[in-house]
């Protein structure tokens, strides 16, 4: 309720027309049995027409009345709950940006997606079902009790004999269902999950022949799903039915010690009729009532969830006064003494880095699978915090900058190469958002993409789908590369980003990338040793530590690892050749 309350406060013109729209039909509703009461008592009994005429009208006026509240009430309660699960839904779009790759990992891509779709929309149904009916119903109960109390207290003792079997269903179906509500949420979740990944990799699905154990496995969670939900179902619909078979008896009583109280002259038939019409809205909005009590668990789980995320204090934090302008310094990277483990992890990654680079540098990372390379470039951009040490950049500690001042210092191009749905062209300007056409023609060029972007169609306005699939692996990396290129940064880093070019491509982009980066520092982690050749500084990783620094010459000569990795490569035509740089 303490998310629902805090969305409404945004609202409180809304909220206050909710309340005017409840209390016209509040009136409305326990007005009209009265004015009958009065027509069958007073007018109908003595056959005067003028007063029946007279209450008719009243009945219409207020029948209007009732009518325009019910639209505002309507109106309004949508209304609000539309912008609440607005507001909700941009608030946790706006939390998941800042989150760190830890916090993704802990909720998962598919969790995030049932929460910001599935979980949002069960609030605004509840919201919904809150405004119009969990504000109204009390409102009517109390009225509706008070009014029953003043017209005849016998029956009034008869119909509260309902009361305790209504609150006793409404608390057993209370019960049931919040288990039932988080269990199906959870599959849902799994749903989401199973159903992503059979879309992302229906390729190597169909290579291995795992379309039937997809199925199957999708199928069982699916049933399982629908087991709970049909539970769910059956669970909150038997609410209903129980309510009217206890309302009916409470009537058949009613109706048997009313005939002989009207056979004794001590109730008349109009006020029967009225005592009827607000028994139904006492126990009518009693069961409106209970089913916003029954809708209660499932929404409570549905915003314990969106709170989760909302509440989540992201392991990495922008600081407040951030360093926006690190002055006029020539840029440079030093790492100090960096440990780094994984915050799920005890054990270190990386140990004991040292290492600097400075304008002009091209430093490459080589090294084994799982030695820590691409670990040792997301603490440059601050995709994690060191464990202890320190990364400068410009002289400063990366935690002390702004960060988006620090990672407009960096064109980073990642290991998987990911395009959004849209143009070529802003594809590459996701880099620099204002960029020249010819700016974006130029760092096309540059990552050796322009080629077979002019043989598409509508060339730079080619459309690319979800993820850019209708391009190849080695013509993302290209563009990938050219969004990097387009913003002229401080820093690259490319992050495996050749491995799925061919070496002639490789060679080209290397040779186009020295014309623009002697301003700049150049971090490259690479596999393959022809893509790292020339760099200033080869850094030789393994198991978290650096086992071999400088040239390929000198690695050639000083690093076992280097040399195996090579051995592994190269020819023993190209070692020699290499040998004699």
Same mark, same amino acid.
């Given at each position: 309720?303490?998310?629902?309350?805090?969305?409404?406060?945004?609202?409180?013109?809304?909220?206050?027309?909710?309340?005017?729209?409840?209390?016209?039909?509040?009136?409305?509703?326990?007005?009209?049995?009265?004015?009958?009461?009065?027509?069958?008592?007073?007018?109908?009994?003595?056959?005067?027409?003028?007063?029946?005429?007279?209450?008719?009208?009243?009945?219409?006026?207020?029948?209007?009345?009732?009518?325009?509240?019910?639209?505002?009430?309507?109106?309004?309660?949508?209304?609000?709950?539309?912008?609440?699960?607005?507001?909700?839904?941009?608030?946790?779009?706006?939390?998941?940006?800042?989150?760190?790759? &830890?916090?993704?990992?802990? *909720?998962?891509? @598919?969790? $995030? #997606?049932?929460?910001?779709?599935?979980? +949002?929309?069960? =609030?605004?149904?509840?919201?919904?079902?809150?405004?119009?009916?969990?504000?109204?119903?009390?409102?009517?109960?109390?009225?509706?009790?008070?009014?029953?109390?003043?017209?005849?207290?016998?029956?009034?003792?008869?119909?509260?004999?309902?009361?305790?079997?209504?609150?006793?269903?409404?608390?057993?179906?209370?019960?049931?269902?919040?288990?039932?509500?988080?269990?199906?949420?959870?599959?849902?979740?799994?749903?989401?999950?199973?159903?992503?990944?059979?879309?992302?990799?229906?390729?190597?699905?169909?290579?291995?022949?795992?379309?039937?154990?997809?199925?199957?496995?999708?199928?069982?969670?699916?049933?399982?799903?629908?087991?709970?939900?049909?539970?769910?179902?059956?669970?909150?619909?038997?609410?209903?039915?129980?309510?009217?078979?206890?309302?009916?008896?409470? &009537?058949?009583?009613?109706? *048997?010690?009313? @005939?002989? $109280? #009207?056979?004794?002259?001590?109730?008349? +038939?109009?006020? =029967?009729?009225?005592?009827?019409?607000?028994?139904?809205?006492?126990?009518?909005?009693?069961?409106?009532?209970?089913?916003?009590?029954?809708?209660?668990?499932?929404?409570?789980?549905?915003?314990?969830?969106?709170?989760?995320?909302?509440?989540?204090?992201?392991?990495?934090?922008?600081?407040?006064?951030?360093?926006?302008?690190?002055?006029?310094?020539?840029?440079?990277?030093?790492?100090?003494?960096?440990?780094?483990?994984?915050?799920?992890?005890?054990?270190?990654?990386?140990?004991?880095?040292?290492?600097?680079?400075?304008?002009?540098?091209?430093?490459?990372?080589?090294?084994?699978?799982?030695?820590?390379?691409?670990?040792?470039?997301?603490?440059?951009?601050?995709?994690?915090?060191?464990?202890?040490?320190?990364?400068?950049?410009?002289?400063?500690?990366?935690?002390?900058?702004?960060?988006?001042?620090?990672?407009?210092?960096?064109?980073?191009?990642?290991?998987?190469?990911?395009?959004?749905?849209?143009?070529?062209?802003?594809?590459?300007?996701?880099?620099?958002?204002?960029?020249?056409?010819?700016?974006?023609?130029?760092?096309?060029?540059?990552?050796?993409?322009?080629?077979?972007?002019?043989?598409?169609?509508?060339?730079?306005?080619?459309?690319?789908?979800?993820?850019?699939?209708?391009?190849?692996?080695?013509?993302?990396?290209?563009?990938?590369?050219?969004?990097?290129?387009?913003?002229?940064?401080?820093?690259?880093?490319?992050?495996?980003?050749?491995?799925?070019?061919?070496?002639?491509?490789?060679?080209?982009?290397?040779?186009?990338?020295?014309?623009?980066?002697?301003?700049?520092?150049?971090?490259?982690?690479?596999?393959?040793?022809?893509?790292?050749?020339?760099?200033?500084?080869?850094?030789?990783?393994?198991?978290?530590?650096?086992?071999?620094?400088?040239?390929?010459?000198?690695?050639?000569?000083?690093?076992?690892?280097?040399?195996?990795?090579?051995?592994?490569?190269?020819?023993?035509?190209?070692?020699?050749?290499?040998?004699?740089?």
């Amino acid at each position: 309720m303490k998310l629902i309350i805090k969305y409404i406060k945004k609202h409180k013109l809304l909220f206050v027309l909710n309340l005017v729209g409840i209390l016209a039909f509040t009136l409305t509703e326990l007005g009209i049995p009265t004015i009958m009461a009065n027509m069958i008592n007073e007018g109908v009994s003595s056959k005067d027409f003028g007063f029946i005429k007279s209450q008719g009208f009243m009945l219409l006026m207020i029948a209007v009345v009732g009518g325009l509240g019910s639209i505002l009430m309507s109106y309004t309660s949508s209304r609000i709950a539309s912008r609440m699960t607005r507001d909700i839904r941009l608030d946790m779009f706006k939390k998941s940006q800042e989150f760190s790759h &830890s916090e993704y990992n802990e *909720f998962g891509v @598919s969790s $995030m #997606i049932t929460r910001v779709s599935g979980d +949002v929309y069960q =609030l605004q149904l509840f919201t919904q079902m809150l405004l119009r009916m969990g504000l109204n119903s009390p409102i009517m109960i109390v009225a509706s009790a008070l009014i029953i109390l003043n017209t005849n207290t016998t029956l009034a003792l008869v119909m509260s004999l309902s009361i305790p079997f209504i609150l006793l269903v409404v608390f057993m179906v209370g019960k049931l269902s919040g288990p039932l509500s988080r269990k199906q949420q959870s599959l849902m979740d799994i749903l989401n999950r199973i159903t992503r990944e059979n879309i992302t990799g229906v390729r190597v699905i169909r290579a291995f022949r795992k379309d039937k154990d997809e199925t199957h496995r999708f199928s069982m969670t699916n049933k399982e799903y629908s087991e709970v939900s049909k539970k769910l179902f059956r669970v909150m619909s038997r609410a209903e039915p129980m309510f009217f078979f206890i309302l009916n008896v409470s &009537s058949l009583l009613i109706a *048997f010690f009313a @005939s002989n $109280m #009207i056979q004794a002259g001590n109730l008349e +038939v109009g006020t =029967l009729v009225a005592f009827f019409e607000y028994q139904f809205q006492a126990l009518f909005s009693l069961l409106l009532f209970s089913i916003v009590f029954i809708m209660y668990p499932r929404a409570a789980v549905s915003a314990r969830r969106i709170s989760e995320v909302l509440d989540t204090v992201p392991l990495i934090q922008n600081p407040e006064n951030g360093i926006k302008d690190s002055g006029d310094v020539a840029p440079s990277v030093v790492f100090e003494n960096v440990d780094f483990a994984y915050p799920d992890s005890e054990a270190k990654v990386l140990t004991n880095i040292n290492l600097s680079a400075k304008v002009g540098d091209t430093v490459a990372f080589i090294g084994s699978t799982g030695s820590g390379k691409s670990t040792l470039i997301n603490l440059m951009v601050r995709f994690y915090d060191v464990t202890s040490g320190r990364v400068l950049v410009d002289g400063i500690d990366v935690r002390d900058y702004d960060l988006y001042a620090l990672r407009d210092k960096i064109g980073f191009i990642p290991q998987k190469a990911l395009l959004f749905s849209g143009s070529i062209s802003e594809n590459i300007r996701y880099g620099k958002e204002h960029a020249l056409d010819n700016e974006v023609q130029d760092s096309a060029y540059l990552a050796s993409a322009d080629a077979f972007i002019q043989a598409k169609p509508h060339k730079y306005d080619e459309w690319l789908s979800e993820g850019g699939s209708n391009v190849s692996g080695g013509q993302k990396q290209r563009l990938s590369i050219a969004r990097a290129l387009v913003r002229r940064p401080e820093i690259y880093i490319f992050d495996d980003s050749f491995s799925a070019l061919d070496y002639k491509t490789d060679a080209l982009i290397r040779k186009n990338l020295k014309k623009i980066t002697k301003d700049s520092i150049t971090f490259v982690v690479a596999q393959r040793i022809s893509s790292i050749v020339d760099s200033d500084t080869i850094v030789v990783m393994n198991e978290g530590e650096i086992v071999g620094m400088g040239t390929h010459l000198e690695l050639m000569k000083t690093c076992p690892i280097y040399i195996e990795i090579a051995q592994s490569q190269l020819s023993e035509k190209e070692m020699a050749q290499y040998e004699n740089i």
